[in-house]
């Protein structure tokens, strides 16, 4: 079993189509890994077994009798509870929403199951992807598997769980702020975030429609291709193992770490030290101030988030948890005036981003400014956990990868930002590929037994 939950999702699909191995063995391996492991982790809200398992043997049975394949024939993946998936309720984490089974996937939960993917359930987040790790919903949060005392990011918070823990090879997150690259920095592994609405994001209940990406959740570069291919109805991108970063130039937003953690410091220095070991040309570049940035994109979010629920925040406040009502009420006095004010400013910032970036062929970053902190520790978490760069790029809406680059000496991953200019996903993700194969940083994998004994927390 420890063979099938090592294997990506690239490899999964060459062993399935090989008859190798079939997608049920694979599909029941990572539900026993879901099994042994998600009651300390609580990294999903519904595991589907039996519908898992039955469109594994649809798969082999397909396979056997016709030859038919899928870009992600018998690949396991868990969706964010806030994607509809048919049969199953959409929950947003919230004793809000009605539990009501959706009628039918959304856009890019289809297009992976026509690629042959099989879904074996819903990840856990934050209430309606905002906010941060809570106590008082109707379903524990998420927690990280290298310290499980510890949070794993948000507000995909489930779904980076479920891939650091191997319960599944890839999974599918929304990114408002930072939501798809959060988790991925501080699970260790890898988080794409594509050019605004390369991805179709029907079917996903909105948070900040104007911020709001869809975005694959996976150990690398390769399998986050992989999805982001299927998701965005786009050909394969091609990826070779032979690819170089030898004259590639590469711009360094030195001032988004200024205040950044020393140990996130150092690793962030040290993953620059390597690129240019590899070859590439280091540029400093010239942004403007991260504070400005996060602020714009903050009144755009809280302005939408409040439009979207102010009637339920009148209406029925008691049924939010605590932290999910402050939040999402934080737009209450956010004028129509001051949101198309931060919409211009936006554009502004965008156009200075992206000429800042007009030379190089990527960009690097530090991607949170903190380690994380116990997940029950109420006064880190209101400190910590918004001290990031990755919302800049929400505002911008170009493609941002989250990339592990290594460990703290507690043991916590670390992570580093690659960003492109606008609709340069594939450029972006083939710099990335060739920075994980001359790398290893992404290989790393929490030990197992800190979410499979007792944890302590």
């Known amino acids: 079993m420890d063979d099938i939950l090592d294997m990506t999702a690239s490899e999964i699909v060459a062993a399935t189509t090989a008859a190798t191995i079939s997608s049920v063995e694979v599909t029941q391996a990572c539900l026993a890994r879901i099994e042994s492991a998600d009651p300390h982790l609580h990294a999903f809200i519904v595991v589907e077994a039996e519908g898992a398992l039955r ?78 790790p809570s106590f008082d919903l109707p379903w524990p949060p998420a927690r990280n598997p290298w310290l499980p005392t510890h949070h794993p990011g948000g507000s995909s918070s489930g779904s980076g769980a479920a891939v650091a823990a191997s319960m599944v090879p890839v999974s599918v997150g929304t990114d ?132 979207i629920h102010s009637q339920w925040l009148l209406s029925r406040p008691q049924e939010y948890g605590l932290r999910g009502r402050t939040r999402l009420s934080a737009g209450r006095e956010t004028t129509r005036a001051h949101y198309l004010k931060a919409i211009e400013t936006g554009l502004k910032l965008t156009q200075e981003l992206d000429d800042a970036m007009s030379d190089v062929d990527v960009a690097v970053s530090v991607s949170s400014l903190r380690l994380p902190c116990r997940i029950d520790d109420e006064v880190e978490i209101s400190q910590t956990y918004d001290r990031q760069a990755r919302t800049p790029f929400n505002l911008t809406g170009a493609p941002a990868l989250s990339l592990p680059i290594g460990l703290s000496r507690d043991g916590l991953p670390i992570g580093m930002q690659m960003i492109c200019r606008h609709g340069r996903d594939a450029s972006l993700l083939r710099f990335g590929h060739a920075f994980q194969n001359a790398t290893n940083w992404h290989q790393a994998r929490p030990p197992l037994s800190h979410f499979t004994t007792n944890s302590g927390a």
């Open 55 to 132: 469109e594994a043997a649809r798969l082999d049975e397909l396979l056997a009798n016709s030859g038919t394949v899928g870009r992600l024939h018998g690949v396991p993946v868990a969706i964010k509870d806030i994607f509809d998936v048919r049969g199953l309720p959409t929950t947003c984490h919230s004793r809000i929403m009605s539990d009501t089974p959706a009628s039918q996937d959304a856009v890019a939960v289809q297009r992976l199951r026509a690629a042959g993917a099989v879904i074996v359930g819903k990840n856990a987040l934050h209430e309606f992807a905002t906010g941060g």
């Open 176 to 307: 408002t702020g930072g939501s798809v690259r959060h988790p991925a920095s501080v699970c260790g592994i890898t988080g794409f975030k594509p050019t605004y609405d390369a991805i179709s994001r029907d079917g996903v209940f909105p948070l900040s429609p104007s911020l709001d990406h869809v975005g694959p959740l996976a150990r690398s570069v390769e399998d986050c291709a992989l999805m982001f291919a299927v998701m965005a109805d786009k050909p394969t991108i091609s990826l070779s193992k032979d690819d170089s970063l030898k004259g590639k130039r590469v711009g360094i937003f030195d001032d988004f770490g200024q205040d950044a953690d020393p140990e996130i410091a150092a690793a962030f220095d040290a993953a620059v030290e390597a690129l240019a070991a590899m070859g590439c040309t280091l540029t400093p570049l010239q942004a403007p101030p991260l504070a400005e940035l996060t602020g714009c994109a903050r009144t755009i979010l809280h302005f939408e988030a409040y439009d």
